[in-house]
């Protein structure tokens, strides 16, 4: 073919919305020359029979403002791109049943309203007047979201291809992608029936055939991609007389409803209904042998399956009783791709250089112009506007086998419109990875939580605690873990606590040229040999990328700790930075850590081991504990006297087990979040994370402007400095109810929203519930007076001084 691209700058493999919006969003920042590849036609995978929904509602702060992005994209595409759509801005109702969702549908709102979504609650009265035809007797209230609707989705992908082509770049249809060659200097191959094109990049947008795709990465770092196709089925009626009336009437179409609680949305289809379930009972496809996926189901559907969501139509009809009214007109039932969180992966390939996956979309029409914008700026900038971790393909590490994400797509599904409470742990596809003590944690009480993969104790029950799924459905603190998590926290503040804390991330980096190197990565100095350091990595603009603790061994010896959750995101970010002679060894899964702290922890471990106990502060040594091999680490996460005990898996029942005889407390992860934030101290992704600089984050003392390397983000981080920042990371005091502060909620000075908090718990030691946040610099001054917005409730908050509420002088930690 004459016509054939041969190279490009990069190239997409998938032509659905997402695909098509990356093609679209890579010619707005100016690159060009890139290439879109489809099997089939446009929009041929889950694009096509997609219902087209394009809500902003989300309680994650990144995909709330991807969906705002596309919202706010496709109010203007038709004029951008001159092709003519079908998008209904027609509003949405979430109906709440209990005080529960009218709580989460509150903290929905304060973040809407901090995006600039205009979200207003309503009375079931007021939902009646919109609404004529909707049932509210039994109802707690309404979210009214004026930004809802819906867009053909077909139009939708058509426009963004034209407005791509139209900016010069190209679409190859009926042109299936085979494989590709990463080649020496890690540009790429990819392998076509028409030919090969040479690219700098590429991308993995192939919707359910992601998993297919990503194999092809495998000989050049990749895994299987963490996804599974479910069957969604919505029904369209045939046409309602008073529909057509009612829209004539008021000149356009009814609000999109959401009954959450009983889960399924129901909107105006023309002049009749559009009913998509989220059944409890749903099925998956694809899962089994006798059922594989076939090489091309492009533009197919599966036969319909009305008995799995009867229950669900009957309550649908019901809530809107015209439904009833009308016979159903069409059933769509067709793959719909879950990743095991229900969220997309959108960002670099984990392990792969110069590779970016957009896929696995439940909600692509209304994800899709915020993920080609979110793509485009992860390759081209080499960075994203928000903080996108919620997305990130690196969230997943190696224990995403197909089981789970099998059962945890089913999960996810069957529960789509859920409340994600805090204490809340989804019971599918657990115990994937285990402590080698697992089995004495569980002994001991331990109510196990999830932390990329791996089973850890958030908190220790004692016989007749209730420890049901059910007693976890609260947005409060008070539940049956109050009172242990205190006694927890009273344990390691009195006397000594141990944690088991299986999957803290270990790298290894050793090699001549390993010092330069990481004095050319991270913002501050390198610990003497025998000293350990908190260390930091910035992006080029000078925002946290990310936080490790550096343990250096020898001169050209260290070992980099960090979060369990930042395992293959820090991985990469190491194995970039260091030159050939250095080696980067993950050694995570070898190793267990218990954290033993409190004032008598030096007592009981001198006990036990041949250590000098005597070593001051942010040291580390090998010595024997309970006989065993060692590796002790003199910090605490908790702010008191402790070390890291850090051991090979086979060593650490017997240390553990003499741990607990010398008189150590079992404490949990709900008990070291409550320690941890009374001090002050970041938790990565939460606190720490690319939506702030090091300046504002508070971490100044972490940057060495002065050292002659040009590390990422220094000038960044210079000119802040000279200019001053706009934010300030602030301690906060808060008269809480019921509930302390989650992540992002509003921080008010009179009727003005002027931050967010990053993380808040309640401080057992202090008698206080704690929020740590950002707020404008202005504020920041100990003793001002603040608002936080929780779960609807503004409860005053006073900005603390710059030092940490418990132990302000780390008089205890260095005792």
């Not at 889960?263 to 379930?277: A, D, H, I």
């Not at 039932?333 to 979309?361: C, K, Q, R, W």
């Not at 409470?421 to 019971?427: A, L």
Request: proline letters at 5%; aromatic letters at 10%; hydrophobic letters at 40%.
């Amino acid at each position: 073919m004459s016509d054939f691209p041969t190279k490009a700058k990069v190239v997409i493999i998938g032509g659905g919305v997402v695909g098509c919006s990356a093609l679209y969003h890579l010619a707005k920042k100016g690159w060009s020359d890139c290439v879109l590849l489809e099997k089939n036609e446009l929009t041929a995978g889950s694009t096509w029979h997609a219902a087209g929904n394009v809500p902003t509602f989300s309680t994650s702060w990144a995909i709330m403002n991807m969906q705002r992005y596309s919202t706010e994209l496709y109010s203007r595409l038709a004029d951008e791109v001159d092709y003519p759509m079908n998008y209904h801005v027609s509003g949405s109702i979430r109906l709440a049943h209990s005080k529960e969702r009218m709580q989460e549908f509150e903290r929905a709102m304060s973040m809407g309203r901090y995006q600039g979504i205009p979200m207003e609650m309503w009375t079931p009265e007021q939902a009646k007047a919109r609404y004529p035809f909707l049932e509210t007797h039994d109802l707690e209230g309404v979210l009214y979201d004026p930004t809802d609707g819906d867009i053909d989705p077909a139009q939708l992908t058509q426009a963004l291809a034209k407005g791509a082509r139209d900016l010069g770049q190209k679409i190859v249809r009926f042109c299936p992608a085979t494989d590709v060659t990463q080649k020496d200097d890690g540009s790429w191959i990819v392998h076509t029936e028409k030919g090969d094109i040479t690219c700098d990049y590429v991308v993995n947008a192939a919707g359910y055939y992601a998993q297919r795709v990503g194999e092809w990465f495998k000989p050049y770092g990749g895994r299987t991609v963490p996804a599974m196709v479910m069957s969604h089925q919505y029904l369209l009626t045939d046409e309602v007389p008073e529909i057509e009336a009612w829209s004539k009437e008021n000149g356009g179409k009814l609000p999109l409803l959401r009954d959450v609680d009983v889960s399924y949305y129901l909107r105006q289809e023309k002049n009749g209904f559009n009913l998509g379930p989220y059944e409890p009972n749903c099925r998956g496809h694809w899962m089994t042998e006798d059922d594989p996926m076939p090489e091309d189901f492009s533009f197919q559907l599966w036969n319909d399956d009305l008995d799995r969501i009867e229950d669900i139509v009957t309550d649908a009809m019901e809530r809107v009783p015209l439904m009833a009214t009308s016979g159903v007109g069409r059933v769509i039932n067709g793959p719909i791709p879950y990743a095991p969180d229900g969220l997309p992966l959108i960002g670099p390939m984990p392990g792969v250089s110069n590779a970016f996956e957009a896929h696995t979309f439940t909600f692509g029409i209304a994800q899709g112009g915020g993920a080609g914008k979110v793509l485009a700026e992860w390759i081209v900038d080499g960075h994203t506007e928000w903080d996108m971790w919620a997305v990130d393909p690196r969230r997943y590490t190696d224990y995403t086998d197909q089981d789970y994400c099998n059962q945890k797509g089913m999960e996810v599904y069957g529960n789509e419109y859920a409340m994600h409470f805090p204490h809340h742990e989804w019971p599918a596809a657990r115990e994937k990875k285990l402590s080698p003590v697992h089995a004495k944690v569980k002994e001991l009480g331990g109510q196990m939580g999830a932390y990329n993969g791996w089973e850890r104790a958030n908190w220790f029950a004692k016989p007749g605690d209730d420890t049901s799924l059910e007693a976890t459905h609260t947005w409060g603190r008070s539940g049956p873990w109050e009172q242990r998590i205190k006694e927890e926290c009273e344990a390691v503040r009195d006397h000594c606590g141990v944690l088991d804390l299986p999957g803290f991330s270990r790298f290894m980096v050793t090699g001549e040229g390993a010092a330069e190197a990481l004095r050319g990565l991270i913002t501050g100095g390198l610990p003497k040999v025998g000293r350990i350091n908190l260390v930091y990595i910035a992006d080029d603009r000078g925002r946290i990328l990310t936080e490790m603790s550096c343990v250096r061994l020898a001169d050209e010896a260290f070992m980099m700790i960090t979060a369990a959750t930042a395992q293959w995101h820090d991985r990469d970010i190491l194995l970039s930075a260091m030159p050939a002679s250095v080696s980067v060894e993950d050694v995570t899964t070898t190793r267990d850590t218990l954290i033993v702290t409190g004032p008598k922890s030096r007592d009981i471990l001198a006990g036990l081991s041949d250590g000098d106990f005597e070593s001051g502060w942010l040291t580390h040594q090998s010595a024997t504990v309970a006989g065993r091999e060692a590796f002790l680490i003199r910090v605490s996460f908790a702010g008191e006297l402790g070390w890291e005990v850090h051991a090979l898996n086979e060593d650490m029942p017997v240390i553990y087990e003499a741990v607990l005889e010398a008189g150590a407390v079992p404490f949990g992860m709900y008990a070291l979040n409550s320690l941890r934030i009374e001090k002050g101290y970041r938790a990565w992704k939460g606190d720490l994370s690319t939506d702030y600089s090091l300046l504002e984050g508070g971490l100044e003392r972490f940057v060495k402007l002065d050292k002659p390397q040009a590390f990422p983000g220094k000038a960044a981080i210079l000119a802040e400095k000279q200019r001053g920042m706009a934010k300030r990371f602030v301690t906060l005091k808060v008269d809480a109810g019921e509930a302390d502060a989650p992540y992002m909620s509003c921080i008010r000075h009179g009727d003005a929203i002027v931050g967010e908090t990053t993380s808040g718990a309640w401080g057992y030691r202090v008698g206080a519930s704690i929020a740590l946040g950002m707020v404008r610099a202005d504020l920041a001054e100990p003793g001002t007076e603040l608002q936080v917005d929780i779960y609807g409730e503004l409860c005053r908050a006073v900005v603390q001084a710059d030092a940490p509420m418990w132990d302000p002088d780390n008089e205890r930690l260095r005792a």
